[in-house]
């Protein structure tokens, strides 16, 4: 079956094709088709035509491009003690945002509806219309299960399993909703926007809690039901000792998370509750939250040195509150002897270069991604 307009939008958006003759070069069909399919996609204002920025001679091709102000997405990233609740366009610029606090803790009805309530009011400051809205995203600090889309026996979220996320917020916002695990929205984020070439990316989020995000050719690695990355609960063999709020002993998470690393600032005097506590203290430079932070980096790459012999990745992004230049120096100094040398002679290591936006930016990808999909363009055009 010849490419439909689903399939030509596609191209257009992954730059694959930016003038009518790559399309007909790319897929084949005649110059009659090719203006049909882009007629349709123009009528429908997904695509925009203007000026070519290149030119081999002749009439100026016009350049196509995909129309990332057709509509707008509203991104959630929900972290354990706040929320960040913005409105993007279709590239995932943020327009407007806003944060809120939310104590996942509270429960699912609570932070939800509370999250409703700021969507509402971002719109109304927007003066922009529900229709308006392509689909919304929201990344919860819990696995999800792939094929439920609800959190899957979260660790750290008491009354959150198999919680009707998506369902909830289409109450309150009737599009589509897309609920993801925040290291995996963070490493989607940080894919398109800085690596999207990149074959193999993992992100490893050091908060709260620990997490892993891995992208394989472009697509999300989340394992058959939700768990893959969860390295926050890898057990480790000497700290025992070490209580998790999973109820477990021994996990990495009770071990070298800022939940963690926040304690034991607290018991040298230091009073430190959360990630978010340490992060604060780092960016002053405090010695003690340097020090526990580069001793948490260490025992992380212990752990990371099995990920890395294992996807083999070329660039692995460190995130979260704790990211920073004492956590990465720590995780060097294990990863590096504890890994094959081969499975790290191209290793990029780096900090995220989005931030807190990563997950922002991950989920209105995602929602891009299926609501622009070709099944779903071909589907609303035959409409």
Not at 46 to 57: I, L, M, Q, W, Y
Not at 358 to 372: C, E, K, L, Y
């Given at each position: 079956?010849?490419?439909?307009?689903?399939?030509?939008?596609?191209?257009?958006?992954?730059?694959?094709?930016?003038?009518?003759?790559?399309?007909?070069?790319?897929?084949?069909?005649?110059?009659?088709?090719?203006?049909?399919?882009?007629?349709?996609?123009?009528?429908?204002?997904?695509?925009?035509?203007?000026?070519?920025?290149?030119?081999?001679?002749?009439?100026?091709?016009?350049?196509?491009?995909?129309?990332?102000?057709?509509?707008?997405?509203?991104?959630?990233?929900?972290?354990?003690?706040?929320?960040?609740?913005?409105?993007?366009?279709?590239?995932?610029?943020?327009?407007?945002?806003?944060?809120?606090?939310?104590?996942?803790?509270?429960?699912?009805?609570?932070?939800?509806?509370?999250?409703?309530?700021?969507?509402?009011?971002?719109?109304?400051?927007?003066?922009?219309?529900?229709?308006?809205?392509?689909?919304?995203?929201?990344?919860?600090?819990?696995?999800?299960?792939?094929?439920?889309?609800?959190?899957?026996?979260?660790?750290?979220?008491?009354?959150?399993?198999?919680?009707?996320?998506?369902?909830?917020?289409?109450?309150?916002?009737?599009?589509?909703?897309?609920?993801?695990?925040?290291?995996?929205?963070?490493?989607?984020?940080?894919?398109?926007?800085?690596?999207?070439?990149?074959?193999?990316?993992?992100?490893?989020k050091v908060s709260t809690g620990i997490g892993t995000g891995i992208?394989?050719?472009?697509?999300?690695?989340?394992?058959?039901?939700?768990?893959?990355?969860d390295i926050g609960h890898v057990r480790l063999g000497d700290r025992?000792?070490?209580?998790?709020?999973?109820?477990?002993?021994?996990?990495?998470?009770?071990?070298?998370?800022?939940?963690?690393?926040?304690?034991?600032?607290?018991?040298?005097?230091?009073?430190?509750?959360?990630?978010?506590?340490?992060?604060?203290?780092?960016?002053?430079?405090?010695?003690?939250?340097?020090?526990?932070?580069?001793?948490?980096?260490?025992?992380?790459?212990?752990?990371?040195?099995?990920?890395?012999?294992?996807?083999?990745?070329?660039?692995?992004?460190?995130?979260?509150?704790?990211?920073?230049?004492?956590?990465?120096?720590?995780?060097?100094?294990?990863?590096?002897?504890?890994?094959?040398?081969?499975?790290?002679?191209?290793?990029?290591?780096?900090?995220?270069?989005?931030?807190?936006?990563?997950?922002?930016?991950?989920?209105?990808?995602?929602?891009?991604?299926?609501?622009?999909?070709?099944?779903?363009?071909?589907?609303?055009?035959?409409?």
């Amino acid at each position: 079956m010849p490419p439909g307009p689903g399939e030509v939008l596609d191209l257009i958006r992954r730059g694959k094709a930016v003038t009518r003759g790559d399309i007909a070069e790319v897929t084949g069909l005649s110059r009659m088709t090719v203006a049909q399919r882009l007629d349709a996609l123009l009528a429908a204002d997904v695509v925009r035509e203007g000026r070519a920025d290149r030119h081999t001679g002749g009439r100026m091709p016009k350049r196509l491009e995909f129309n990332v102000d057709h509509s707008r997405v509203v991104a959630v990233s929900i972290d354990t003690r706040h929320a960040k609740v913005a409105i993007t366009d279709l590239a995932g610029r943020i327009l407007r945002e806003e944060k809120c606090r939310t104590l996942v803790a509270h429960g699912p009805e609570t932070v939800l509806n509370t999250i409703g309530e700021t969507v509402a009011a971002l719109l109304r400051r927007e003066h922009l219309d529900a229709s308006k809205v392509s689909g919304l995203g929201i990344s919860l600090p819990s696995p999800v299960d792939p094929s439920t889309r609800r959190p899957s026996q979260p660790p750290i979220m008491p009354g959150w399993d198999a919680y009707p996320v998506a369902e909830h917020l289409q109450e309150i916002l009737p599009t589509t909703v897309l609920v993801e695990n925040d290291a995996n929205a963070m490493a989607l984020g940080e894919q398109v926007t800085g690596y999207p070439d990149c074959r193999a990316l993992v992100l490893v989020k050091v908060s709260t809690g620990i997490g892993t995000g891995i992208v394989i050719d472009g697509s999300l690695y989340r394992g058959i039901d939700g768990g893959a990355g969860d390295i926050g609960h890898v057990r480790l063999g000497d700290r025992l000792e070490a209580e998790c709020q999973c109820g477990g002993h021994g996990c990495l998470a009770a071990v070298a998370s800022g939940r963690a690393v926040a304690k034991a600032l607290t018991a040298l005097g230091v009073p430190a509750t959360s990630g978010q506590d340490v992060r604060l203290l780092l960016k002053r430079g405090q010695p003690e939250a340097v020090r526990l932070t580069h001793e948490a980096g260490r025992v992380l790459g212990t752990v990371v040195a099995t990920v890395v012999c294992l996807v083999n990745p070329g660039v692995l992004i460190i995130g979260g509150d704790l990211a920073s230049s004492a956590l990465i120096s720590g995780i060097r100094e294990t990863l590096y002897p504890l890994s094959l040398p081969r499975a790290t002679r191209h290793l990029d290591i780096r900090l995220g270069s989005l931030g807190e936006d990563a997950a922002i930016v991950g989920m209105t990808h995602a929602v891009v991604d299926q609501v622009f999909s070709p099944e779903a363009i071909d589907t609303r055009l035959a409409e």
